[in-house]
């Protein structure tokens, strides 16, 4: 009987401190209200939208920020009663890869939207994003920055008759002037002569609709540097990866879209500490040449000597298991909830 009564005591003494424990963990989340904004896709499941640049995978990100923040919701964003709504809850973050939406025949700009309002947000304004997604206008911003970057020039079919009038030298690199994840990039990409040249520009015009841009081929190893910006005294943070590719039919390393898309290449850490800080210097003059905010992905290139070269951004990452998250792991040994939590609390504190 007494040891009836004695056990009793016990759990219901356990069951005080559980209590005690949860209550304490529940009082200690901090007081801060974040919405998760999307957008419909009425494609395919995580199919390319022009007007997202991070497809979140919001409920994995609602319960991770859940665990230290009070009220996290997903809103989905349908029309622009729905976008002046969110504005008039006036939340303390708006945690979200859209770009821009599409009312009434007009581009509503998300972050310049929320920024009139003073809302806090994550990633950079239309201004910056528009930099970085023409990869024409980025190379010169590079160029008036005295950023190394390779020589370029910008063409469309036929505007280029004759071997002679190609202002720079054979071989080339090729891709398109706008548009992410080395769309328009293949084994032809790489040009050593005229024909091949026309083929390929061809090719970009009739496949993804945009102008070419034709750039020296740099023969060295490829990297990408993620950025964190510390929001409250600017500073920046690199991480370097370097990005290995096999050798293609023709013997070339390019990270070219089927190889992105197949998840066919690797990264490893830059250990070279010299290569480490010059990759660190171009990817924050870069980051900062282009008006980035919060965080970013600068991808560089060596050439045959090894000088890296600015190749181009992304300043709204991926935020799922790409280059961005990828530098986060083997840089800072930061787990993917980390990653999260570290995105939202400079977001919070950027107002």
């Known amino acids: ?6 056990t009793k005591t016990e759990i219901n003494a356990v069951d005080n401190i559980l209590s005690s424990k949860k209550n304490h963990i529940i009082s200690t989340k901090i007081n801060k209200t974040i919405e ?4 419909p896709n009425l494609g395919e499941v995580n199919s390319h939208q022009d007007n997202v640049g991070i497809i979140l995978e919001e409920r994995k990100i609602l319960q991770i920020l859940s665990k230290r923040y ?8 349908n029309s622009e009663k729905d976008l002046e709504a969110l504005v008039r809850r006036k939340p303390d973050l708006v945690f979200s890869g859209v770009k821009y939406f599409f009312f009434k025949d007009k581009n509503i700009w998300l972050n310049d939207y ?11 304004s239309k201004a910056a994003l528009d930099n970085e997604s023409n990869k024409n206008r980025a190379k010169k911003i590079m160029q008036k920055n005295n950023i190394r970057t390779a020589d ?3 063409t469309n ?15 080339l690199f090729i891709k398109p002037v706008t548009g992410g994840d080395s769309r328009g990039v293949d084994k032809n990409s790489i040009v050593f002569n ?5 083929a390929k520009v061809l090719d970009i015009k009739i496949n993804q609709n945009s102008p070419s841009l034709v750039e020296s081929y740099l023969s060295g190893k490829e990297y990408s540097v993620g950025i964190f910006e510390d929001s409250i005294d600017g500073t920046l943070r690199a991480m370097p990866i370097e990005i290995i590719v096999k050798k293609n039919i023709d013997g070339h390393c390019i990270l070219d879209f089927d190889v992105k898309k197949n998840d066919e290449e690797s990264v490893t850490i830059v250990s070279d500490v010299v290569i480490f800080d010059k990759l660190s ?3 924050k003059d870069s980051f900062r040449a282009l008006g980035g905010k919060s965080l970013g992905r600068i991808d560089v290139k060596m050439d045959h000597l090894g000088i890296p070269h600015f190749i181009e951004a992304n300043l709204m990452p991926g935020l799922r298991k790409g280059y961005f998250y990828r530098s986060c792991v083997l840089n800072l040994d930061m787990s993917y909830d980390d990653m999260i939590f570290s995105i939202a609390s400079n977001g919070l504190s950027s107002h």
């Open 281 to 283: 210097k171009l990817a």
């Open 194 to 198: 005229f024909k091949s040249f026309t």
């Open 36 to 39: 998760i904004v999307i957008v």
């Open 152 to 154: 370029f020039f910008i």
């Open 114 to 124: 929320l920024e009139m309002f003073g809302i806090p947000y994550i990633a950079s």
């Open 70 to 77: 009070n009220n996290v919701s997903i809103t989905k964003i």
């Open 1 to 6: 009987m007494i040891l009836k009564d004695v």
């Open 157 to 171: 079919p036929g505007e280029h008759l004759k071997e002679s009038s190609i202002p720079i030298k054979f071989p």
